[in-house]
Structure formats: C-alpha cells, structure tokens
C-alpha cells in the first residue's frame, strides 16, 4: 500500500491537520510509501468537529443542523468513496507516478520547503480547474453531483464525496508530475481534501449578508445519482454527432441552440418554502440505523488500520459488506418497505461472520496466513501423494 497509518499523531497535529497548518518539516518524506494516511487519520477530528457544531448550533438557534437521515446518507457517501483505496494505491497517485518516472522534466528537492510550498499552490490550482471544470462539463458534473445532493449545508455534507470523481480528478494533477515528486504531493493531495471540510458549513467566517442569503438558498440537486442515466438517455435521443458530443462535453443545462452552459432562465425558481425530502422515519428505526452504522463504521476503520496484512479476499468481503449495510441503511432513511427483507438477509451474513467473528475473518485471515496455509496444503498433498 501506498499510504500507512500514522501511530503518533498528537492531538496538536490532529487539529492543525484539519486546517492545512502542518508545517513541511512535519510532513516531508522521501518515498511516497513512507507518506501518512492522514485522510484516514483524521476520522476523529471528522466526529468531533461535527459534535461541535451540533452544540454550537443548538446553543445559538435552538436547534440541531442535522437531519439523522441526510447525516447518515452523507458519511456513507464519504466512506464508500475510500472503498476503492483498501484494493491498491488510487488512480490519482498511480497515474501521477507513472507521468513521474518516465516523462519528469527534472526533480525538485523532495526535502525542500520551496518544494512542499509550490506543491501546496499547485495541488490547489489544480482543484480549482477541477471543481470549476467538474461544474461546466457535464460528464465531471454527472461524477461531482454527488457532493451537492444534499439539502442540508452542514460539516456533515462535506463528507458526501463521489466514487467517481476521482477517476476525472488525477488528470488535472498530471503537469506536477513533470517537475514534483511524488511524496510531497500525496502529501497536498490529501491536505487539500480534508481542507475542505470544516469549510462546510452556515456557522463558519460568514456575514451577515451570506448568512441571509444561505436561509434563502434551497440546497440539493434535481438529478442525483441518477445523473449518468440522464446523460446517456439525453445523449441517445440528441440528433446529430455534433450534438452528441456537446451533451457530454458541455453544461449540465446545454440543450441545441442553447449557450455552453444553459440559459439562466431554465433553473427552477427558488421561492424560499421549499420543503426539504424528510421522509418521516420512527425514532426506534433512527436508533436500530445509528446503532448499526456505528457498528459498520468500526468495521471500515478496523480493515484500513489492517489493509496491509488481510487478504484480497477479506478486503473484498468487507467492502462488500459495507456497500451491503449502507444501502440498507439508505432505504431504513427512506422509509422503503423492502428494506425488510435486504435487512434479513444483512443480518443473517452478519450473524454468520460474527459467529465465526466478523473480526475473525478481518484479522485472521491475512496474507501471511494465507500462504501458510496454502504451503501446509500444499506439504499435506505432497504427503499424500508419498504415501500412496
């Protein structure tokens, strides 16, 4: 693995990693295999931010900022957006390295502090090409969607990352890769993600004006995760190959005849009593879907903490029970009567791994373990065949 986990981070680390105020002698290293998984490392600070703006903002309005339901369907959005990460080293950092070691211009000092500060402003121009880029071109919005599905503008949403993003995402990385070294821009990469968190909210450094602007706004998007159907279905009845391309190359609102990036005019008028999509879901079935989130949350911590010694096959396993488990809990927040069944079925597995440990299989069966037992078959079969 690319990434590994850092064992004494200290409280005071923790809090300025949140903030992008780590300095370069604190997170320089000459290999990328020897960069922290900081991302991975500031799941604390992820729940306890979040608890401070729940108290801060009963204190100041009487009321809490989150919903249990768009809570619940954001961090697990963040967490099925890590998923792919506990298979191999991800696609940003695999394309960056393979630009790096063939077609490098020259080598910036890895251990220099200019070097660490022209990635710091690199990484983030090219997030602002992204991000902006991601809102103009309708494929990036079909993959960027996903983080402005929600209805709610809290610390919460910003862990409502996509799956897909990040497989448009690396291309605007690439030109880095001609002069700066891989270590030191695994390290800005992830800066620049949790960066953006605690930005994620109506109580941060805003005024007054913003303030009312934001009680106006009505959040969420009209497609969801239904985006890419959209696109295809669009791109399929669009006459003309012209026409074709511009559906997947230009605005998410583009139609023929239209602007690159669609007429104003076609967005929905906001009348400020839109009513947020809150189906009305029990309070026991709230506290059955917290419990088991909390439980599949420790389950996903357990295994990034360990991906290093499991198999490919636990690895698998488990993310396939986390996808599992997280769409239940999906449909539990949306009140959807065939929840019941998948539920059943969750459970059974669950019961089925807990008995032969749900962690048993997360921690006995790693790759060292596999080879064991693959050479004592392997010593057993040639014992047979001698004995016959």
Same mark, same amino acid.
Request: charged residues 15%; glycine residues 6%.
């Given at each position: 693995?690319? /990434?590994?986990?850092?064992?004494? $981070?200290?409280?005071?680390?923790?809090?300025?990693?949140?903030?992008?105020?780590?300095?370069? +002698?604190?997170?320089?290293?000459?290999?990328?295999?020897?960069?922290?998984?900081?991302?991975?490392?500031?799941?604390?600070?992820?729940?306890?931010?979040?608890?401070?703006?729940?108290?801060?903002?009963?204190?100041?309005?009487?009321?809490?900022?989150?919903?249990?339901?768009?809570?619940?369907?954001?961090?697990?959005?963040?967490?099925?957006?890590?998923?792919?990460?506990?298979?191999?080293?991800?696609?940003? %950092?695999?394309?960056?390295?393979?630009?790096?070691?063939?077609?490098? %211009?020259?080598?910036?000092?890895?251990?220099?502090?200019?070097?660490?500060?022209? &990635?710091?402003?690199?990484?983030?121009?090219?997030?602002?090409?992204?991000?902006?880029?991601?809102?103009?071109?309708?494929?990036?919005?079909? &993959? =960027?969607?996903?983080?402005?599905?929600?209805?709610?503008?809290?610390?919460?949403?910003?862990?409502?990352? +996509?799956?897909?993003?990040?497989?448009?995402?690396?291309?605007?990385?690439?030109?880095?890769?001609?002069?700066?070294?891989?270590?030191?821009?695994?390290?800005?990469?992830?800066?620049?993600?949790?960066?953006? !968190?605690?930005?994620?909210?109506?109580?941060?450094?805003?005024?007054?004006?913003?303030?009312?602007?934001?009680?106006? $706004?009505?959040?969420?998007?009209?497609?969801?995760? =239904?985006?890419?159907?959209?696109?295809?279905?669009?791109?399929?009845?669009?006459?003309?190959?012209?026409?074709?391309?511009?559906?997947?190359?230009?605005?998410?609102?583009?139609?023929?005849?239209?602007?690159?990036?669609?007429?104003?005019?076609?967005?929905? &008028?906001?009348?400020?009593?839109?009513?947020?999509?809150?189906?009305?879901?029990?309070?026991?079935?709230?506290?059955?879907?917290? %419990?088991? !989130?909390? %439980?599949?949350?420790?389950?996903?911590? =357990?295994?990034?903490? =360990?991906?290093?010694?499991?198999?490919?096959?636990?690895?698998?396993?488990?993310?396939?029970?986390?996808?599992?488990?997280? +769409?239940?809990?999906?449909?539990?927040?949306?009140?959807?009567?065939?929840?019941?069944?998948?539920?059943?079925?969750?459970?059974?597995?669950?019961?089925?791994?807990?008995?032969?440990?749900?962690?048993?299989?997360?921690? /006995?069966?790693?790759?060292?373990?596999?080879?064991?037992?693959?050479?004592?078959?392997?010593?057993?079969?040639?014992?047979?065949?001698?004995?016959?």
């Amino acid at each position: 693995m690319v /990434l590994h986990l850092q064992s004494n $981070l200290t409280l005071s680390q923790g809090v300025r990693l949140m903030f992008y105020a780590l300095t370069p +002698s604190e997170t320089t290293f000459r290999e990328v295999d020897q960069v922290y998984d900081y991302v991975q490392q500031a799941t604390p600070y992820f729940v306890g931010l979040m608890i401070i703006e729940l108290v801060v903002t009963w204190f100041q309005k009487g009321k809490t900022v989150f919903r249990i339901n768009d809570a619940l369907t954001s961090i697990s959005a963040g967490i099925l957006s890590r998923t792919p990460e506990l298979l191999g080293r991800g696609i940003e %950092l695999t394309g960056y390295i393979y630009i790096w070691r063939n077609f490098r %211009l020259f080598e910036l000092p890895w251990n220099s502090a200019w070097t660490w500060w022209l &990635a710091l402003l690199g990484v983030d121009f090219a997030y602002y090409w992204l991000h902006r880029m991601s809102h103009e071109v309708n494929m990036l919005w079909a &993959a =960027h969607q996903v983080h402005h599905s929600s209805e709610d503008y809290n610390l919460s949403t910003a862990l409502r990352q +996509s799956v897909l993003q990040k497989y448009f995402s690396w291309v605007f990385n690439l030109p880095m890769a001609l002069f700066i070294p891989p270590s030191v821009f695994a390290v800005h990469l992830q800066f620049n993600l949790l960066y953006q !968190f605690w930005i994620h909210t109506e109580d941060g450094t805003i005024t007054a004006s913003t303030r009312i602007m934001l009680e106006l $706004l009505s959040f969420g998007t009209g497609f969801s995760c =239904h985006h890419l159907l959209y696109i295809l279905k669009t791109f399929w009845a669009t006459p003309g190959i012209c026409n074709k391309i511009s559906v997947l190359f230009k605005g998410p609102g583009w139609q023929p005849g239209k602007p690159r990036l669609g007429c104003l005019e076609d967005i929905p &008028a906001i009348s400020g009593n839109e009513i947020p999509h809150n189906p009305h879901i029990p309070v026991w079935l709230q506290l059955y879907a917290v %419990l088991h !989130f909390i %439980l599949i949350l420790g389950i996903y911590l =357990h295994i990034f903490a =360990h991906k290093s010694v499991l198999s490919e096959f636990t690895i698998l396993l488990g993310i396939g029970y986390i996808i599992l488990t997280l +769409s239940s809990i999906g449909l539990m927040m949306e009140n959807r009567s065939e929840v019941a069944i998948l539920e059943i079925v969750r459970c059974c597995i669950f019961l089925f791994l807990e008995l032969g440990s749900l962690t048993g299989p997360l921690k /006995l069966v790693t790759k060292d373990n596999v080879y064991v037992n693959a050479k004592r078959s392997s010593e057993l079969s040639l014992l047979s065949t001698s004995i016959q």
